[in-house]
């Protein structure tokens, strides 16, 4: 059987990666990322179990690792395509890590003595990791990775902590980019998405006030593996947040951005009003909506329970604007579509349920692959045969095609491997 290449490590390219290996059939799993996992590994649970999300992922990524039919090339990104179905030629640029995986044991002592601190984006900012770092505990491959942009050695030829502290000689600031072509009867894309910056919408503070944060700003603060170990606290004070307004709808359903609905917002923030509540039997939760979404199996259930058996209240409502008082309480003003009067409402926290959105790179690739985009700028498939793209012999699955949850991403990886296998058979 000849060879499939999956673009993208998050859990739809995992699960299409390992549906393929099962076959027999070789995959090549490119991630731009040093870490397989994606967005999905940022999560603290996932509904409507609230099952540990790194529980799920976490194997699924060990035995991507370990599975003979699968090459793992993290850190690198497809650069170039040729041929056509059957018989695709791809150049993937391999990105130097400066840290020879084969001897590198991940055992952080590297990491301890490195005296650069830089903001950590897989925490959202909230907190800072050094120069040298393993993205999460959990990493797939368990390897360092060395940011070169901050790194006082690559950038000034001084420092070199991590070389002398290291015993197993792992690190190599001589390593270069490579190229390296592989040969594949299909692809399936799953690059994922990134989200719409709520700061572009300056009626609701963000980066103004200390207190006003995004979905997944909250989410690494609820996980227990978080900047704060699972402590809801604000960041102005420290304080503990007992009162916390979720405001949905941020840059999507508005012409002025996203005309689109991103389907998972109105459960995620229903998610995290329960966690809350988990963590702290004080909080109170309030979320402000225009319409509900919770289309999915045992989701109206889990909205019912988070009613009634943790108290979220639910707001029907259009929220215009948040000030703060001279505590950095947020005021949430909004109009009641009940009453059709304006209101007012303090909170500790304001949480915004920001708009999904193709990752910046989507265009480039797409381009690169020779496939289309839509009109939102996801990937752009055949709605009669949902995982085709516009060229023979590749497939979309996951959120580059569209909003999407964790159980639909998965089944349309699934779906993906089905059509990438039945070409290379």
């Given at each position: 059987m000849k060879k499939v290449l999956v673009i993208g490590g998050g859990i739809a390219g995992i699960q299409a990666a390992l549906d393929l290996a099962e076959m027999g059939i070789q995959v090549h799993l490119v991630e731009r990322l040093p870490t397989i996992g994606g967005r999905m590994a940022q999560l603290d649970k996932t509904y409507p179990t609230n099952d540990c999300s790194t529980c799920i992922l976490a194997p699924k990524m060990a035995e991507c690792a370990r599975h003979p039919n699968i090459a793992l090339h993290t850190y690198s990104e497809v650069?170039?395509?040729?041929?056509?179905?059957?018989?695709?030629?791809a150049r993937v640029l391999h990105y130097p890590r400066y840290v020879d995986e084969t001897k590198c044991?991940?055992?952080g002592e590297c990491v301890a003595k490195c005296p650069i601190r830089v903001p950590d984006d897989f925490n959202m900012g909230l907190q800072q990791r050094k120069a040298i770092y393993m993205t999460f505990p959990q990493a797939v491959p368990q390897v360092m990775t060395i940011d070169a942009e901050h790194c006082r050695y690559l950038q000034q030829g001084k420092c070199g902590a991590c070389a002398r502290v290291c015993e197993?000689?792992?690190i190599d600031f001589e390593q270069t980019a490579q190229e390296q072509q592989i040969d594949a009867g299909a692809i399936i894309v799953a690059t994922g998405y990134d989200f719409f910056d709520p700061g572009e919408?300056?009626?609701?503070?963000?980066?103004q006030y200390p207190?006003?944060?995004?979905?997944?700003?909250?989410?690494?603060?609820?996980?227990?593996?978080?900047?704060?170990e699972g402590h809801l606290i604000r960041p102005s004070d420290g304080r503990p947040a007992r009162r916390i307004g979720f405001i949905q709808c941020v840059g999507s359903r508005d012409v002025r951005h996203q005309r689109f609905c991103s389907a998972v917002c109105c459960m995620h923030s229903s998610k995290q009003a329960v966690l809350a509540k988990e963590h702290d039997p004080q909080v109170e939760s309030f979320v402000f909506y225009t319409d509900?979404?919770?289309?999915?199996k045992g989701f109206r259930e889990y909205v019912a329970?988070?009613?009634?058996?943790?108290?979220?209240?639910?707001?029907?409502?259009r929220v215009a604007q948040i000030t703060e008082d001279d505590i950095h309480n947020p005021i949430i003003h909004y109009e009641d579509a009940e009453t059709s009067r304006p209101a007012q409402m303090a909170v500790d926290l304001a949480v915004l349920a920001t708009s999904l959105i193709p990752r910046p790179a989507t265009t480039s690739l797409a381009y690169l692959l020779g496939i289309e985009i839509d009109a939102y700028g996801f990937i752009k498939t055949d709605p009669f045969a949902p995982?085709?793209?516009?060229r023979p012999g590749i497939f979309a699955a996951g959120c580059c095609r569209g909003p999407f949850d964790i159980p639909e991403s998965v089944i349309q990886a699934s779906a993906a491997a089905a059509r990438a296998a039945a070409i290379n058979i």
């Open positions: 650069t170039a395509l040729e041929g056509d179905a059957g018989e695709f030629r044991t991940g055992c197993a000689h792992a919408l300056s009626q609701f503070g963000y980066h207190n006003v944060m995004t979905a997944l700003e909250i989410e690494r603060l609820i996980s227990a593996s978080g900047p704060t509900f979404r919770a289309s999915g329970r988070a009613r009634e058996e943790y108290g979220v209240t639910y707001v029907r409502s995982v085709d793209t516009t």
